[in-house]
């Protein structure tokens, strides 16, 4: 070995173990030691890639060995100076993830950062904050305007804050060739050379950029004189974040070098590795058909683009009425949701209810908050400012028996409302379908017990009288715990606002029906009693409310159960699946409890409150005779000459609203 590389070996070796690393150099990162995380990889040709995934992730890519920008820790910065290759390589081509920011940290481990518009770099909570002790030159790409950007396509210096210290549209001044402005598009799918210059004793930092090939330009983007005293410990990280959007976006870093006290090593321009091109992009080889084909190719982009665009813009077109500013935070915005349930894709569906499709989702910009997204379509514009005042008033209800409403948000002919996401999906699922396993006595116990309660918040705890008018066990949804959990509270209101002053919908289930309402008579909470009174029987027995395969005396399940009752074997109604392994006594007081839930004439029901006294075995279950005329439900509601009158509650307001009904 010639004795001046052994000489420098050594020398180099001295530097690392006194005052680490002062410079270095990758013309691509094959083999790069670098220290990556979230969604960084360096791909097979070299390049290093923070992103390409339309998962809401975010990535570092760190020199793995921190940087000594201070002398001591009182001493002054040091001056610097580095230099990097970018391209950011798109799906569509205005269509963007959030960009790219070279930056500084104290620590690998950036404290509670995180992606989306934060880059990786900071999050809600400490933005701004001094603490963060980050510098940070960012490549922009979307214009975010809580932190004031200036459009989407800027190169900014930010210092602890995701708000730009200084920002530029990117472009540059060519060295050559009459010193006027060029624009630059960051997200142009090109390779770009950036320069970070600073200088210790001015306290000045330059900010350059050129497209590749380009020599350095004189003048900078972005210079700026700024004391980072504050800012710089002794020891920095020095790397690259990025954060990936729905939109599919590859980030990469290409070459990249750095220096202290000194100016940043050139990069090797012709190592450097080439950038994945889009693969609309790709090009004929065959040359007679080159021209004809690249004009068509060229339209057919052009109109293929617009479609897209104006296409995207109707996707994502949403309806927002002055009234409405006073919700603002219970209203979601119809892109966010679109990219939560990844524009509604079929996939996502969880189930289609009466009113519309349910969709899972993830909402953007959120550490992966599970949503379902409920789409109803609506044609009547008249009643829809109540409505959605009652659906936000809804969104005030707190209870850890119902499913919670986290807001809405509204399109032409249509709305969404968002729900938490149920990990256990719901009820009837879990009863009625064949392979799933099996709810035992005391889960399905619990259950009833949770939607008791919820119901009874509902009715009276909390300050409005709300009907849910629906209830049945396809609109009980199971959390990760297998609590019970009422959904669609208050929705049945929807058909009220959209139909004719004279109609009236009859609204909820065939078999959960109280015969008054089935006679069009309102909803009220008696009629909510009855249907929990079905519910009760339908968990016990393990049976739809009405099974048309079932034998003739056991298709209606109400009817069934009180035949069992009269021949004195009310046992025999519960659910066989169950086994032997529970209190008998127990699932007769449920039984019993569900044929006086159902009693025909609203006034012997329970209220929810006495139901849940019941369940607790606070006080004793009354004995029970039926009121039904020929013992069954069926009977009742094929008899015409039963009077109405005799069925509607004393007292018992016909409403005008839900949430309108007094105390
Ligand atoms: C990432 O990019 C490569 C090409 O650069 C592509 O083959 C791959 O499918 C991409 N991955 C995802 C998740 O899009
Ligand atoms: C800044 O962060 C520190 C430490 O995390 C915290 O104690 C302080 O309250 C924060 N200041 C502001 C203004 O948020
Ligand atoms: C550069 O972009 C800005 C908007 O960012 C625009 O106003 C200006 O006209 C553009 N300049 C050129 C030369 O295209
Ligand atoms: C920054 O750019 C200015 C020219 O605009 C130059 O005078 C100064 O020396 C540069 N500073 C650094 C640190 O490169
Ligand atoms: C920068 O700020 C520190 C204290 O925050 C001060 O001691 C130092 O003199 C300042 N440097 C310059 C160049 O203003
Ligand atoms: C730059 O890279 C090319 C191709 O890898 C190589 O042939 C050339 O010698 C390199 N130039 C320098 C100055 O290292």
Request: with cysteine.
């Amino acid at each position: 070995m010639p004795l001046r590389v052994l000489l420098w070996c050594l020398l180099l070796r001295l530097a690392a173990s006194s005052d680490g690393v002062d410079h270095f150099v990758f013309n691509g990162f094959h083999g790069a030691e670098l220290r990556l995380d979230g969604t960084a990889t360096i791909t097979s040709e070299g390049l290093l890639r923070l992103t390409n995934t339309t998962k809401l992730l975010m990535s570092h890519a760190f020199f793995p060995t921190p940087i000594r920008f201070r002398s001591s820790p009182a001493g002054s910065i040091s001056s610097f100076s580095s230099t990097f290759v970018f391209g950011i390589v798109p799906e569509f081509a205005d269509l963007s993830g959030h960009g790219i920011a070279f930056f500084m940290s104290p620590s690998e481990d950036i404290p509670g950062a995180i992606g989306s518009q934060y880059l990786g770099l900071f999050s809600p909570s400490n933005n701004g904050n001094s603490s963060n002790h980050i510098f940070a030159v960012e490549l922009d790409t979307i214009q975010n305007p809580e932190f004031a950007d200036i459009n989407a396509n800027h190169v900014g210096i930010d210092i602890n804050s995701m708000r730009s210290y200084r920002s530029l549209p990117a472009g540059y001044r060519p060295r050559h060739g009459g010193g006027g402005f060029r624009n630059l598009t960051l997200i142009s799918g090109h390779r770009m050379q950036v320069w970070v210059e600073f200088d210790g004793t001015q306290m000045q930092v330059n900010v350059t950029l050129a497209p590749l090939g380009e020599p350095k330009p004189s003048i900078p983007l972005l210079s700026a004189i700024t004391n980072l005293s504050d800012v710089f410990f002794e020891s920095m990280y020095v790397g690259f974040s990025s954060s990936s959007d729905p939109f599919l976006t590859s980030h990469y870093i290409v070459g990249w070098s750095f220096k202290m006290n000194g100016e940043a090593p050139a990069l090797n321009l012709s190592s450097l590795p080439l950038l994945p091109t889009r693969p609309a992009a790709k090009q004929s080889k065959n040359l007679a058909t080159w021209v004809p084909a690249s004009l068509s190719a060229i339209l057919l982009i052009t109109v293929a683009g617009i479609v897209l665009l104006v296409r995207r813009r109707i996707q994502l077109s949403e309806v927002i009425e002055d009234w409405e500013l006073e919700y603002g935070p219970s209203r979601f915005s119809y892109k966010d949701l679109f990219m939560a349930t990844k524009g509604f894709s079929d996939k996502e569906v969880l189930g289609a209810g009466g009113f519309g499709k349910v969709y899972r989702g993830v909402l953007p910009k959120s550490e992966n908050v599970e949503i379902a997204v409920k789409r109803i379509s609506h044609d009547s514009r008249q009643g829809v400012k109540e409505f959605v005042a009652e659906i936000v008033s809804i969104g005030r209800l707190r209870h850890r028996n119902l499913v919670q409403l986290r807001g809405y948000c509204r399109r032409k002919g249509e709305l969404l409302l968002v729900y938490d996401f149920m990990a256990n999906g719901s009820l009837d699922k879990l009863l009625f379908d064949q392979n799933t396993p099996k709810l035992d006595w005391n889960q399905r116990f619990r259950i009833i017990k949770g939607v008791a309660s919820g119901l009874l918040y509902l009715h009276e705890e909390w300050e409005q009288v709300v009907v849910h008018r629906d209830i049945k066990a396809s609109n009980v949804l199971l959390d990760d715990e297998l609590n019970g959990r009422l959904g669609d509270f208050g929705l049945a209101r929807l058909y009220d606002h959209g139909g004719a002053p004279q109609t009236t919908h009859v609204v909820g289930t065939m078999g959960y029906l109280a015969p008054e309402l089935a006679k069009g008579g309102k909803a009220n909470k008696a009629t909510d009693v009855f249907a929990f009174g079905v519910f009760l029987l339908e968990v016990a027995c393990g049976r739809r409310p009405i099974d048309a395969q079932a034998a003739e005396e056991e298709a209606v399940l109400v009817d069934w159960v009180l035949s069992c009752w009269s021949r004195g074997a009310i046992l025999e109604a519960a659910d066989s699946k169950l086994g032997d392994v529970y209190a008998t006594e127990v699932v007769e007081l449920v039984l019993r409890l569900g044929l006086l839930c159902c009693d025909p004439v609203p006034t012997v029901r329970p209220s929810m409150r006495q139901v849940l006294q019941f369940l607790e075995g606070d006080v004793p279950l009354p004995e029970f005779t039926s009121n039904y005329l020929n013992g069954t439900v069926m009977s009742l509601l094929q008899n015409e000459a039963w009077d109405t009158n005799m069925l509607s509650c004393p007292g018992g307001s016909t409403t005008a609203s839900v949430l309108s009904e007094g105390r």
